[in-house]
């Protein structure tokens, strides 16, 4: 019986202390990987989140503005047809385009005013509109220390704006003046310096759009950043001093009711 015993303990073995380091040696570096993936996975799903917000925000603010842009001037339907009219003082002393120029690298803001050809349109907040009436839309871009969006407003004098699109950083324009009458555009300035708003045959506007999300790209954007005619940021000047990315979006808008 004891022979038994004996025989049966000499085939019991146990796990050395060498093997036991060794193995967590082989399960840290193991495990050391799969965090390396599952981080590098979750960083690249962040850009490609971010990125796509930032293609979608700024796709939508040029959208926005460029169908006011088109719309300006009209002053109503005259057997289907449109009726063209003077951008200033088009609606008894109302412009049909106004704006200002933004003081430095701050933003410009656009007012676009026309008639509303019928009760199935909407502003450029989203509400319906009656027909013939005046349609107001006032774009400007409104900063906190933690926002930048792009906002709408649809009174004459330009207050009730409500957010349209967020993280637009910038906003700048362009105005092309028709100086041989062919109706089009042979030079781009800014409204101030602009002699006739009636020349205008079309706008240039370009916009700076941010990802929603700090801590995206690896290192602080170092370069300079133009919109139409404006350093918007400069190197060594006032550089951004977050990490996000950062995309401009430029776009040339006709106005039809000056063609």
């Not at 109302?94 to 019928?118: E, F, K, N, Q, R």
């Not at 502003?123 to 900063?143: F, H, P, R």
């Not at 300079?224 to 401009?248: C, H, Q």
Request: with cysteine; hydrophobic share 40%; proline share 1%.
């Amino acid at each position: 019986m004891s022979m038994i015993s004996k025989s049966i303990r000499s085939k019991q073995t146990g796990i050395t202390l060498v093997e036991i380091m060794v193995s967590l040696a082989v399960s840290m570096f193991i495990l050391s990987g799969v965090i390396g993936v599952f981080i590098g996975n979750k960083q690249s799903f962040r850009v490609q989140q971010n990125m796509a917000a930032i293609q979608e925000n700024g796709r939508f603010a040029l959208d926005a503005i460029t169908r006011s842009t088109r719309m300006a001037g009209f002053q109503g339907v005259d057997a289907g047809e449109w009726v063209l009219g003077p951008l200033t003082t088009a609606y008894g002393g109302v412009d049909a385009l106004s704006g200002t120029d933004g003081a430095g690298t701050a933003s410009d803001t656009i007012t676009l005013v026309y008639s509303a050809p019928d009760a199935n349109q909407v502003d450029c907040q989203g509400n319906y509109t009656t027909a013939g009436n005046l349609v107001y839309a006032t774009y400007s871009i409104a900063t906190t220390a933690t926002t930048s969006d792009l906002q709408c407003s649809t009174a004459a004098n330009g207050t009730g704006a409500v957010t349209l699109v967020e993280d637009i950083e910038n906003m700048q324009f362009l105005y092309g003046i028709d100086t041989d009458g062919d109706s089009v555009a042979n030079k781009y300035d800014s409204i101030s310096g602009i002699t006739a708003a009636d020349d205008i045959v079309a706008i240039k506007i370009a916009m700076l759009a941010r990802s929603p999300d700090d801590n995206v790209a690896l290192a602080t954007e170092s370069r300079t950043r133009t919109l139409l005619d404006v350093n918007v940021y400069t190197v060594g000047v006032n550089t951004a001093d977050d990490k996000r990315i950062r995309r401009d979006f430029t776009t040339t808008a006709r106005l039809r009711n000056r063609l």
